[in-house]
């Protein structure tokens, strides 16, 4: 599985849109592109996941630039409770075994 | 209600005193595994397990055991804990049909060996 590199820390102010990247440019064609959050030292919980098109959900949206070297973590309007550790994880679904979490971006939402 | 259920959650104990962390699932879910959470470090996998009586290890495995003798639990056993091996655990598990390979996670447990 690709690995990927995602700044240290981010800050972002409450109601605002909060964009997260991540680079993956060892990534192959049949790999997709996760994205997962921890907030504070509870268990990690999934956000989003894509292939090549933008995906969107209720969370978030995840946006894949055509070459599918990098991507971004959208969280629309931040809120105080968006304050966590955001992980982007890339790999073959439903097959081996790794996830490389890594150790991620944590964003802090500024009141 | 969909959920790993690790127990226990926060423990403290003595160096060299077999403890046990539990881990459960009601999703039927093949595969599970165990992680480490350290500061600076990130998670890092212990073992996994693809099915019932399958298991192999991780990244870190030394001073670990597990079991899968059923599917929905995998126990964590550390024979003879020793003070390196305080650290936060998570238990996750995934299906291996189907889906997207979504992995769910317990709500970790904190151990302190002294």
């Known amino acids: 599985d690709a690995k990927t590199t995602q700044p240290t820390s981010m800050d972002c102010a409450e109601g605002r849109a909060a964009n997260l990247p991540c680079n993956h440019s060892?990534?192959?064609?049949?790999?997709?592109v996760y994205w997962y959050r921890q907030i504070h030292s509870q268990g990690p919980q999934y956000i989003i996941h894509?292939?090549?098109n933008n995906e969107t959900n209720e969370m978030a949206s995840l946006i894949i630039t055509e070459d599918r070297k990098s991507s971004t973590l959208i969280l629309p309007h931040a809120t105080l409770r968006d304050t966590a550790v955001y992980y982007c994880?890339?790999?073959?679904?439903?097959?081996?075994?790794?996830?490389?979490f890594g150790t991620g971006t944590s964003l802090t939402v500024i009141p | 209600e969909a959920q790993v259920t690790q127990n226990p959650r926060y423990l403290i104990t003595v160096t060299g005193k077999k403890l046990t962390v539990t881990c459960s699932q009601n999703m039927n879910h093949e595969y599970m595994s165990w992680y480490r959470q350290d500061p600076g470090l990130g998670l890092r996998q212990i073992y996994y397990s693809m099915n019932v009586e399958v298991t192999d290890k991780g990244d870190v495995p030394e001073g670990y055991k597990v079991s899968r003798k059923e599917k929905r639990n995998f126990p964590l056993i550390l024979e003879s804990p020793s003070p390196n091996q305080t650290s936060l655990y998570f238990c996750a598990s995934r299906t291996r049909t189907g889906g997207f390979g979504e992995l769910f996670f317990g709500e970790g447990s904190r151990l302190t060996v002294l």
């Open positions: 994880i890339v790999r073959l679904a439903n097959t081996g075994n790794q996830f490389y």
């Open positions: 894509g292939l090549k």
């Open positions: 060892t990534i192959s064609g049949n790999e997709y």
